[in-house]
């Protein structure tokens, strides 16, 4: 079973690689579902919760609308190869020695220029491997308070590690919320979200400093990583990125498929320099997936179909002021945080107010709802004890997930959402 719980999820990588050709998208969308029931045993409530939702909005199209089954379909292999594409590729880099020398390099120093480091560090190694960044850099804090216990520079080193992954939801290209924005929202182009995005989540880094504990002015001897390791990982990073750009921009796929083939571009390379320098790495085990497949999917095929839903029962342009316009985008964030605060994952929330808002949403002012998206997500992957980044942290430092995301960034998880609020809401205002 479990073996053939992995052999399902490559099907559905495969058929997103192929999802252009006819009947390629059915075919992943059912070795998803396939995927999630053979592992339900041993997944958590939310997914499950989310997966049961989406068999609803499946029998609920087939009753009432059964053309909404298509785009939904679509949508479910795109986002599914996309989320497993780019585990795969954390698979491949977790293993690389440049990788660790970097990560190695981060921890020392004097205080501001270790958190810095810490904090952009993470940032850039969450690009490609999403959550195996806090497992990666989160290890040497733990290291750290084994070898000389609990102090201010391990407690900032914490508060850097989830501050710095948690931006990445807000500017990397390859993020599962950057995707699932512009999947939602398919008049915003990616360029004009991430020209904001990216500025944002600098700022957001450096706010950082301000919430922090004061530290001693020594610091540990700097271990640096040299100029090779780091060429070569922000090479991979900046060719992949590229890679994504030319095929969503210049041939017009869509950005989810053309995140799956670069990524999966970067894993074929890393394998065939593998086989040339004589060693053959064992493929990846994707059995695990379940619990990423049923929210991904799930809050894929629901978003889809809240689209269609809303967008069939609208005759005409939803009227509204310009200031209500402005509110709606201005709330966004913090319906993100709170939520978060409940314990919901933030592609729920994703999938409700781009399916649902970005339908009646005006084409104009898309940046405007889709900035308010990508930044209350990211706020809330750094401020919310229930993030998986705070979960995996806390089992690797011992520090609470309530401290250490919600009590510690609280007064810059609120200067956060208030800066995003402002911003998207004069965004919004000067657009409709």
């Given amino acids: 079973m479990h073996r053939l719980r992995s052999l399902l999820a490559y099907i ?38 989310v997966f049961s939702a989406a068999l609803l909005g499946l029998f609920y199209a087939l009753i009432r609308d059964p053309a909404l089954i298509d ?36 921890f020392g120093g004097r205080p501001t220029p270790r958190y810095l480091s810490l904090a952009f560090g993470t940032a850039l190694v969450s690009i490609p491997l999403n959550f195996g960044s806090v497992a990666v850099v989160g290890s040497l804090v733990s290291e750290r308070i084994r070898a000389g216990g609990d102090s201010a520079a391990t407690r900032n080193a ?34 004009q979200l991430l020209s904001l995005a990216v500025p944002f989540a600098f700022l957001m880094v450096l706010a950082g400093l301000v919430w922090r504990e004061p530290e001693s002015t020594g610091g540990d001897p700097e271990r640096p990583a040299g100029k090779g390791p780091w060429l070569r990982f922000g090479g991979l990073i900046l060719a992949i990125c590229l890679g994504v750009f030319v095929l969503s921009h210049r041939y017009g796929f869509n950005y989810a498929y053309a995140v799956t083939l670069s990524c999966l571009a970067a894993v074929l390379g890393g394998r065939v320099l593998a086989w040339s320098r004589g060693s053959n790495p064992p493929v990846a085990d994707m059995a695990p997936v379940s619990n990423e497949l049923a929210i991904v999917g799930g809050s894929a095929f629901i978003g889809a ?16 002021p310009v200031w209500g316009w402005s509110l709606l985008a201005a709330a966004v964030p913090w319906v993100f945080f709170v939520s978060g605060l409940a314990g919901i994952n933030p592609i729920v929330i994703g999938t409700l107010v781009g399916g649902i808002l970005g339908s009646v949403w005006p084409s104009s002012a898309l940046v405007g709802l889709g900035l308010a998206m990508v930044t209350g997500w990211g706020i809330t992957a750094f401020g919310t004890p229930f993030a998986a980044n705070a979960l995996i942290m806390e089992r690797l430092t011992g520090y609470r997930a309530v401290d250490a995301s919600f009590r510690w960034s609280f007064g810059l998880s609120l200067s956060g959402l208030a800066f995003s609020s402002l911003m998207t809401a004069a965004l919004t205002f000067g657009l409709v």
Avoid at 23 to 45: E, H, K, P, S
Avoid at 162 to 182: E, H, K, N, Q, Y
Avoid at 305 to 320: A, C, E, P, R
């Fill in 305 to 320: 179909v809240i689209s269609g839903v809303v967008l069939g029962n609208i005759h005409g342009d939803t009227q509204l």
């Fill in 12 to 49: 559905a990588l495969l058929a997103a690689v192929l999802s252009l050709l006819p009947g390629a998208a059915y075919a992943g969308a059912l070795a998803v579902a396939l995927a999630v029931i053979l592992g339900w045993g041993d997944m958590r409530r939310v997914p499950k919760v």
């Fill in 158 to 191: 914490t508060r850097a590690v989830l501050r710095g992954f948690g931006v990445a939801p807000t500017f990397s290209p390859l993020s599962i919320s950057v995707v699932l924005t512009l999947t939602l929202l398919p008049g915003l182009g990616s360029l």
């Fill in 71 to 106: 785009g939904a379909v679509a949508n479910v292999t795109r986002l599914a190869g996309l989320i497993l594409a780019v585990m795969l590729l954390s698979h491949v880099l977790g293993r690389s020695g440049d990788l660790q020398r970097i990560s190695a390099s981060l």
